[in-house]
């Protein structure tokens, strides 16, 4: 039978075109379109900042620039403390600050803030080595024991096994997608496992001293890590640095360039822990720990003491510029201090109460340092825009725009409305009562 001729086609104009469903095409839907894209260019044009944004975390939102007034302001407040600390060790001790007393503490300032640059890389890519003391204090333990041998060739046959075990954290870490603290834990135990191999102590063999160089030394770190600082100020370094910070779901693969940029900042930091294990045994000039002692837990401590502290976000990605650097010198000059009157407090309580503060500040940075945009509003509440087709006189019908809560959900929207009445045939065949379209 033939299809029922209330669905046959309108009479139109020649010019006029066929819409969807037998709808005719209405100026309102070519002028919307034509002003929204034009004549000749039928795709979107994305803005320059959406588009950029795209590459940010679009899982995880907080598009836009983060803000680094909280990381100028808490570095301020750094350089007050080592100001005020510095002053109050020159009324304990006046000799604090110059001749071998000052190289030593630069010393000391050059190898914790190594131990500050390998726990900040791995922080701000978003995970944590733990590894970091075990890996220095077995490097110095080394040292101790081929001293003889020159600093350079120990230092490098150090240097190459920790970027060996670097590469299998990271092949571990990323294969299965697990924390880094995790994986990191189990390289540092495997480094205790050997000094506990070793005699309770280890005299320091050869004749090496830091302290001639001390000056230099503790500059070129401090310009490294400022250095790196400023870097980690670019958007896009940032970004791609931090790409392994935790989202919604910790345990989703965040791709291939994520994995690539936090391998690499583990074996990094693996391979900078063993050159400040080397120049702190050496500058001490004494025997290095063996099976016995603590440098590889308070090493770990001072590490990520400095570099919570200075504003290096426990989360990842985030980081400050001059943070580290203030933060070893503040630390070395609290110890100096408390030494100079007498308090004798462990160095080790010290780190602790370093990390401690560092959660706290780390807290603030997250809240104050994130895009000022804020939460990026949910995909729920986003509304939709409809249009009703015009009618027959080319007037748009009544309610032409409904938003997508009340139109979808309602049985009666303007894409279930009745078809317009079927206008009085005009002579000619009608295609639609053709015999071609009667089912056989």
């Known amino acids: 039978m033939a299809y029922d001729n209330s669905y046959g086609r309108h009479e139109a104009e020649p010019t006029e075109r066929m819409g969807l469903a037998g709808f005719r095409s209405s100026a309102p839907y070519e002028s919307s379109y034509q ?124 240097v190459g096994v920790a970027v060996l075990l670097g590469l299998a954290v990271s092949v571990l870490v990323m294969t299965f997608h697990v924390p880094g603290w ?19 102590t280890i005299p320091l063999a050869g004749g090496y001293n830091p302290s001639g160089q001390a000056a230099f030394l503790f500059a070129l770190v401090a310009a490294v890590g400022i250095l790196g600082g400023l870097l980690g100020t670019l958007r896009t370094v ?47 000039q004494q025997p290095a720990q063996g099976s016995t002692g603590v440098y590889w837990l308070e090493w770990t401590l001072i590490g990520f003491g400095v570099a919570l502290v200075g504003g290096t976000s426990v989360f990842g990605r985030r980081g400050g510029v001059f943070g580290t650097t203030l933060a070893v010198i503040a630390l070395v000059l609290f110890d100096r201090y408390q030494e100079a009157k007498g308090w004798d407090i462990a160095l080790l309580a010290s780190a602790a109460v370093a990390v401690a503060g560092g959660l706290v500040v780390s807290r603030l940075i997250e809240t104050f340092g994130r895009p000022a945009g804020g939460e990026v509003e949910p995909e729920s509440a986003s509304t939709w825009e409809t ?44 295609p639609w009562d053709d015999d071609r379209w009667t089912r056989r």
């Open 238 to 284: 940032r970004r791609s640095v931090g790409r392994f910070r935790p989202i919604a779901d910790p345990a989703r693969r965040r791709g291939a360039m994520a994995a690539l940029v936090s391998s690499g900042a583990l074996v990094l930091s693996m391979a900078i822990a063993p050159v400040a294990g080397v120049l702190l045994v050496a500058g001490m």
């Open 35 to 158: 002003s929204r894209y034009g004549d000749n260019d039928p795709s979107p044009t994305v803005p320059a900042a959406e588009l950029s944004d795209v590459f940010d975390d679009p899982d995880a939102g907080e598009p836009g620039r983060d803000r680094l007034a909280i990381h100028w302001t808490w570095e301020a407040l750094l350089l007050i403390g080592v100001g005020v600390l510095g002053y109050l060790l020159m009324q304990a001790d006046s000799d604090a600050l110059r001749g071998d007393s000052l190289r030593a503490m630069l010393v000391y300032a050059t190898g914790f803030g190594l131990l500050g640059i390998a726990a900040g890389v791995s922080l701000r890519a978003g995970v944590p080595n733990l590894a970091i003391g075990p890996v220095a204090a077995a490097a110095g333990a080394y040292f101790a024991l081929r001293g003889d041998e020159g600093v350079a060739t120990p230092t490098i046959f150090a």
């Open 182 to 200: 995790a994986a990191s834990l189990a390289a540092g135990a495997a480094a205790v496992v050997w000094l506990q191999t070793q005699d309770p």
């Open 387 to 430: 249009t009703t087709p015009a009618s027959a006189d080319g007037r748009a019908s009544d309610g032409a725009t409904a938003t997508g809560a009340d139109s979808w959900s309602s049985g009666t929207d303007s894409w279930s409305s009745a078809l317009p009445a079927r206008p009085a045939p005009s002579g000619g065949p009608d």
